[in-house]
């Protein structure tokens, strides 16, 4: 017997609704969110001022091109405007991206534990999603490889990912392009890219620029503080570029976005002051949850993953029931396919170390 009613396209209910990080914690006297990746130092002074500036013209619709911040970002990476877009976040050019160069049938393919919204777009676009195996929590470069097929039309790779933490070399990320066929398309999400401090890391836009089937995503979410204003860019080729365009809402981003963006961009000392702070606490994190005897996965972003035994008392689920009740919201991950971690973003010197002393005082005589 047929529905009498509007049915959505095929794969739109197979999607697991993103369920964001917790805010409240109820009963708490203080709360401190770690569980989005938010910057704890909050935004560039100067990008809260261009903010308020435009406060006063709000009956105007924004620049449909955000062609301001547009040049920005080109004059802050060396790179020619007219290959980039602006979003409503990188979550916004991920979507497009996948409805431009997916169709239905079509394969995309992200790592086991990569960034939900991969699954999510391509499911929308009426495509399959296909998980390759990661090795260590990374991703690997052959498991992709083997996972490609004549259906694939995109591969989506987080580099640092989300939420491991981790990263493959610029190395890896070349041998992956140059192993993929000519019409698949490549997009590198480098969200944190800001954050890592490896010398064999790149975001991708040295590969964006000599190539046509590389695309990079990038945030103004983490590092520059602008999570509630939803901003994001991609850098690719001029084709890509022109397709996304085309199908993109024509004033996808406000004018206080905008004018922060360009603001936050230009503000390299508030930036360098981020990064320090995530470097030590990164750092000083890893240490001392690492010494009470639980395992962390070495991370290269703003966050880090903590390993939870399964013996009854000492799971992630009561870790997480434990540190909520003090005002302490991590991220549960059971929709990673990661229900014994908890992912941990790096806070104020306040927040770290109340975590680290609740830890303790969960783990008890089990602490190393």
């Avoid at 955000?66 to 990188?90: K, Q, T």
């Avoid at 083997?146 to 939420?163: D, E, H, M, Q």
């Avoid at 963006?261 to 230009?266: L, N, T």
């Avoid at 703003?302 to 991590?330: M, S, V, Y």
């Amino acid at each position: 017997m047929s529905v009498l009613r509007p049915q959505p396209r095929p794969g739109v209910l197979e999607i697991e609704a993103y369920v964001p990080g917790k805010s409240k914690a109820a009963g708490a006297a203080k709360v401190f969110k770690l569980s989005s990746n938010e910057t704890p130092l909050g935004p560039s002074p100067r990008a809260v001022a261009a903010y308020k500036a435009v406060a006063a013209d709000l009956q105007n619709y924004p620049d449909g091109s955000a062609s301001e911040l547009r040049a920005a970002i080109g004059r802050a990476f060396g790179l020619d405007p007219d290959r980039i877009v602006c979003g409503a976040g990188s979550d916004d050019l991920l979507n497009l991206l996948a409805r431009a160069y997916l169709a239905d049938g079509d394969e995309a393919i992200h790592t086991t534990h990569g960034f939900l919204v991969y699954p999510i777009a391509t499911l929308g676009a009426g495509a399959r999603p296909v998980a390759a195996p990661e090795t260590d929590y990374t991703a690997n470069v052959d498991a992709i490889l083997a996972a490609v097929g004549k259906k694939t039309k995109v591969v989506f790779l987080a580099n640092p990912n989300n939420p491991t933490g981790t990263y493959i070399s610029f190395d890896e990320v070349k041998r992956l392009h140059r192993n993929l066929p000519a019409h698949v398309l490549l997009v590198l999400d480098a969200a944190y890219a800001e954050y890592v401090r490896g010398n064999d890391y790149e975001s991708g836009i040295e590969l964006v620029a000599t190539n046509e089937n590389v695309v990079m995503t990038r945030t103004f979410s983490k590092i520059h503080g602008l999570a509630a204003l939803r901003l994001g860019w991609m850098f690719g080729p001029a084709h890509v570029v022109d397709a996304v365009n085309r199908i993109r809402g024509p004033f996808n981003v406000n004018a206080p976005a905008i004018a922060a963006g360009v603001a936050a961009i230009e503000d390299l000392d508030h930036q360098e002051r981020a990064r320090e702070h995530n470097t030590r606490w990164l750092g000083w994190l890893n240490q001392e949850i690492g010494q009470l005897g639980l395992k962390v996965t070495p991370s290269a972003a703003n966050f880090l993953l903590i390993h939870f035994p399964q013996a009854k008392g000492r799971t992630a689920k009561e870790a997480d029931a434990f540190l909520t009740a003090r005002g302490l919201i991590l991220r549960r991950l059971g929709p990673y396919k990661l229900p014994n971690t908890l992912r941990m973003s790096v806070g104020t010197e306040e927040a770290n170390r109340l975590v680290v002393a609740a830890l303790k005082e969960f783990l008890g005589p089990w602490a190393q």
